[in-house]
């Protein structure tokens, strides 16, 4: 099997397994130390003895194995009595038999809601799941987020003791409580997304593994809730904007805005996926957010250019957005999409009143905008300063090298005689 084949496979397979050896052992920290073993000894093995013919129930025995042996490590560790007793060793399980093959989707499923835990902080539950259920070193988490290693060890370790401490069993929430849980599932996957999609610092434009890993975790929750209309609008919103990747940047890596992208280049196929998900849940009861951003980006993708885009259709579905969604970022937006309708000044005049929104403040993406409203009604001077102000703000190096070269092509145009 090739190396990124066997990557591919036990990226997959690890959160089942780790779903699995919780499941029935709990003590999620050495649950995971002992899964991590059992991968490592794959990585070892497989290639040179062959892929078993059940390679989740290989990881599972193994990682049992292991996790027996750290549980008596430290049970040998700590002599007092009442440390002795929290342990659960083989012969007193919490559930049937890890390896039990109807448990793949629940156990995956199970461990997102798990890392999800309304207890940890939103940089808690991302990071944990990118770390149980999304399989990536603490290492990548913590450059995904600019942080030192040792900072994100930490926040994960603190993140797996709380859920350890809380004594929740492994198992689905119940309804009531799954509800309550989901909206903070589906915001840590659509904070992941966009991450990866524009990310905050670095020298790239995107993270395609951070995009692609929340994808994929969209696609197993809606899989397992596929009656749910907001995961399916998640997902579709997710495939409807990735569609748009091939053509985001240039050869160099430069950023490329969506009204000057060669849309011949998006991927027709995500775009079908999306805008069948999307076709499939709208008519079935009140638009959520999730659906209503989806409906926008598909408006987007159906147009065969930024001046023939249906943006009348946009202003109004950021207005529905608005009215159950106190978001910045989406006023921000509705402004843009008001201006290509009504003209400049009324978008300007609507981005004046996001000037004192706190959440906004330091962000780039408020001055990029009005940079781009007053060159189109006109103003180069006042947009040569907005578009400086904006790349002084970003730490993300391909938009503050666009920001920049808006903010000298200003100048050099006001320069010259």
Known sequence: MPDTELEGLLRALAPQALGAVVRRYGHFDLAEDAVQEALLAAATQWPAEGTPANPRGWLIRVAARKLTDLLRSEQARRQREDTLVQWTLPGHWLAPAADRAAQDADDTLILLFLCCHPSLSAAS??????????????????????????????????????????????????????????????????????????????????????????????????????????IAGLLALMLLTDARKPARTGPDGSLILMAEQDRTRWDTELIAEGTALLTGVLPHGPAGPYQLQAAIAAVHDEAPSSERTDWPQIVALYELLLRISDNPVIALNHAVAVAMVRGAPAGLDLLAKLEADERLTGDHRLPAARAHLLETAGEPERAHAAYLEAAERTTNIPQQRYLYAQASRLGDAGASP
Not at 172 to 196: S, W
Request: glycine share 8%; aromatic share 4%; hydrophobic share 40%.
């Open 125 to 230: 539950q991302i990071a944990l799941t990118l770390r149980a259920v999304g399989g990536l070193t603490t290492a990548e988490i913590a450059r995904a987020f600019l942080v030192p290693e040792a900072t994100m060890t930490r926040r994960i370790t603190r993140a797996k003791r709380t859920i350890t401490s809380s004594g929740l069993p492994f198992g689905m929430p119940a309804d009531a409580e799954r509800d309550g849980r989901l909206g903070a599932v589906l915001h840590v996957l659509y904070l992941i997304f966009n991450e990866g999609y524009a990310t905050t610092s670095g020298p790239s434009l995107r993270r395609d593994d951070l995009t692609a890993e929340a994808i994929r975790l969209t696609r197993v929750l809606h899989h397992s809730l596929p009656e749910d209309g907001e």
